[in-house]
């Protein structure tokens, strides 16, 4: 039986494991363009509607792209195609220094999927992933995605209320 890499990834972030370290400072948009390249926006904006279609079939309020939050998820998937290792170390505190400070607050990161439905299909299929996408505190989403130079996309979601 072949399973995915970035199934077992979700897998283990799910269960609480983190494949990182310390948290570091994001990368700079000058940084960015230098080690790795965004994702088409059309695939941000797509896990975007994604998430809304989720959430309108439960019931529950759209929530509104957020420009801070994508830029902030971006700089995110940089740092941790940078790093080659998924992790939600510092994110919470990276937010709120950020100025995207929130009682309700979220991140859901994911690695090698090559579309918007395969990344959505992951997180859904992740418990501990689709909590966030469907938690009713939040109001606001940002999504950033970049693509390293072996051509794998680091994905991530950030949300707030």
Not at 16 to 26: K, T, V
Not at 90 to 117: C, F, H, I, M, Q
Request: with cysteine; glycine share 10%.
């Amino acid at each position: 039986m072949t399973v995915r890499l970035s199934t077992l990834v979700l897998a283990a972030l799910a269960a609480g494991c983190s494949l990182g370290g310390g948290y570091r400072a994001h990368a700079t948009p000058a940084a960015l363009a230098a080690r790795h390249r965004s994702c088409p926006a059309a695939d941000t904006s797509a896990v975007v509607q994604l998430v809304n279609d989720v959430r309108r079939r439960a019931g529950l309020r759209l929530l509104g792209s957020d420009p801070r939050l994508a830029h902030f998820a971006a700089s995110r998937s940089a740092t941790m195609a940078d790093e080659r290792r998924l992790s939600h170390s510092g994110w919470e505190s990276g937010l709120r220094k950020a100025g995207l400070v929130d009682d309700a607050l979220g991140e859901n990161v994911a690695y090698n999927y090559d579309t918007p439905a395969a990344v959505m299909q992951g997180w859904m299929q992740s418990p501990g992933h689709r909590v966030n996408i469907l938690r009713t505190a939040f109001k606001r989403i940002g999504v950033g995605c970049v693509i390293d130079e072996r051509g794998h996309r680091w994905w991530t979601q950030d949300f707030a209320g």
